[in-house]
DNA sequence: GATGAATGAGTATTCATTCAT
DNA sequence: CATGAATGAATACTCATTCAT
């Protein structure tokens, strides 16, 4: 692993098990092992290792979704086949989630990244398009669908990662998701 | 308003407009006109303000909803007007959900809070519970069931505040949320 | 008690405790269960408190002094007789006899008091010429005399308080000092 | 000198000067021409500052003593070399001796330092041992022979220091010193 | 690339003191 | 006498950031 990456490990788990906020940057280098200026020398300032991490993580989340899932055209089946693999991805990379989640109800995210960042699902506004066009989806807005479900998901993936419920009730916690948006 | 009154209004304003990390002590007392040591004559830090005003508006919110909706049995209809209560009284008091929800993800939430404050809807277990006793809703853990619902309406007026929809389109989003919980 | 010598009493305590700077004048008043600003009601201010205990407290023992020990004329036999009461008082009193110690060593102390602060013995220094003249005691100041006499007795009685040394043994401790000044 | 040297320097003439207590880091900082925050790049905290200084100024001494006289057996003359190489060393250091004795008395002192703080003789309690063996010193508890000779030579270095007495007197208080222990 | 000393504005909090009631 | 709300300067400490090495 370089210092760079490094640098963004320690950050992810800093910023979520104590905020971003509250995590310092002399604290992420300590953590890492590096010495505090080449946070700086790698990123701008703070913010910049902030947005780094976020659109990284942001991409292989993508990149997960696009390989593991066809969307190319809606169907019920390749919904539930999504909506699980995202719960199951989600658990094992727990902090990915929690760190996106965080950021985009924090002060560093900007405007423009804003409407994108509000869901897994921004590049699959077409896929959800689809979907209502064959009468399987409610006729509604397909950002605000993208958000509804990406929320459940994360509520989901939270009760069974506090071990408040097991992933065996998967099919009745996908039953909520289904329910919300088919027609 | 007295002073104690206008630091808790000054501290919800600027909690939700810059988040309760980036908002200092120095700056509510500021904004709210008054010596930067009144504060701490009134809450003992911090933390103590930052919980004060969580009670305070926590409060006003569970009585608002017990004085307005009818909760002693579970019926399709007062569901639905809880609901739209809900939506309504939370457009108006957009800053109090806003602080809330911020609230809620924030380090500042205590363990024996986090439970209890997941929800709007913790007083309303019961609630619920008659629901899925009458099979009117699904059968599953009222407690996810109480914070899916809340996170729903979190995303509903959010979208209606920030003009991306219309309350007049309240009765699709309504069914969103019913036929999540709904058997 | 009047509320007057419970600030005092109060004061007392805790500036031995936890030392004059680091005991605040809120401190006080709580503990002594009186509002705030009483305290500035009956003391100019912070020193004006700290000042009046010091007399207050010098006062009393140099009046307990006089009392019960005869100073007019130096002998071995009331040299001792002093020497132990003030032992045997000390171990009685011993937060008065740690505030004079730490108020002698402290910013509060005014140069004027410091002299006469710097022991119990002001008032005898003719007691202990009169010892010299008639060769009982080394030919020195007077001055350091008491000094030495006074800082012995305080880690005499410190050491017996903190229980590393018995009051059986004020004999041997006594010989200390006897032979420190007597010629 | 190093930074680190001037904060140490300038603490410790503002310590004695002024007190701890009443001497802010930002008054050191400035003292020796530092940035504030640089304080808390070298040491943990002010008490952390504190407790450096007095380690350091312990050793220095400690050294001295060690190099300068010969304690591996009690002799008459060796006590009294000793004794007025203290005094005189005292007298050149009065900064490092004031701030010990301020040190030993203040809320900074940790209680496994305190014993091993009360005097300079720490290190030389078989050298009394040896003494009170070979029937040359009085039969006592070597902490307290250390504690009562360490404050009796502070007196008299503050003495001769102030103007009150001559070094060349030294004499006349050695017997003083000498009287109070020697058998 | 990599280090860590150095900066100084900013933070939460304390505190002596005042004063209207 | 007595209260305690109110003040604002001062305090210890943090932190993002710079820069010489």
Redesign the interface.
């Given at each position: 692993m370089t210092k760079k990456e490094k640098i963004l490990k320690s950050a992810l788990t800093l910023f979520v098990r104590?905020?971003i906020?509250?995590t310092s940057t002399a604290r992420i280098a300590k953590e890492s092992g590096v010495a505090s200026g080449l946070i700086f020398h790698y990123f701008k300032n703070k913010d910049g290792l902030v947005q780094t991490l976020f659109l990284e993580l942001k991409n292989k989340i993508s990149e997960l979704n696009r390989t593991r899932n066809d969307l190319s055209c809606f169907t019920r089946e390749n919904f539930k086949t999504m909506w699980m693999n995202g719960i199951r991805s989600g658990i094992n990379e727990i902090e990915t989630i929690r760190f996106i989640?965080?950021f985009k109800?924090?002060?560093y995210i900007r405007l423009e990244e804003r409407e994108k960042g509000k869901s897994f699902f921004t590049e699959q506004h077409a896929y959800f398009r689809d979907g209502i066009q064959k009468g399987i989806l409610?006729n509604?807005?397909v950002?605000?669908m993208g958000?509804?479900v990406f929320?459940?998901m994360l509520?989901?993936i939270t009760?069974i990662q506090e071990g408040?419920?097991s992933i065996e009730d998967i099919e009745?916690y996908y039953?909520?998701?289904r329910?919300?948006?088919?027609s």
């Amino acid at each position: 692993m370089t210092k760079k990456e490094k640098i963004l490990k320690s950050a992810l788990t800093l910023f979520v098990r104590d905020g971003i906020d509250a995590t310092s940057t002399a604290r992420i280098a300590k953590e890492s092992g590096v010495a505090s200026g080449l946070i700086f020398h790698y990123f701008k300032n703070k913010d910049g290792l902030v947005q780094t991490l976020f659109l990284e993580l942001k991409n292989k989340i993508s990149e997960l979704n696009r390989t593991r899932n066809d969307l190319s055209c809606f169907t019920r089946e390749n919904f539930k086949t999504m909506w699980m693999n995202g719960i199951r991805s989600g658990i094992n990379e727990i902090e990915t989630i929690r760190f996106i989640h965080q950021f985009k109800y924090s002060r560093y995210i900007r405007l423009e990244e804003r409407e994108k960042g509000k869901s897994f699902f921004t590049e699959q506004h077409a896929y959800f398009r689809d979907g209502i066009q064959k009468g399987i989806l409610k006729n509604m807005d397909v950002e605000l669908m993208g958000e509804i479900v990406f929320e459940q998901m994360l509520l989901v993936i939270t009760y069974i990662q506090e071990g408040r419920g097991s992933i065996e009730d998967i099919e009745s916690y996908y039953k909520i998701a289904r329910d919300s948006i088919f027609s």
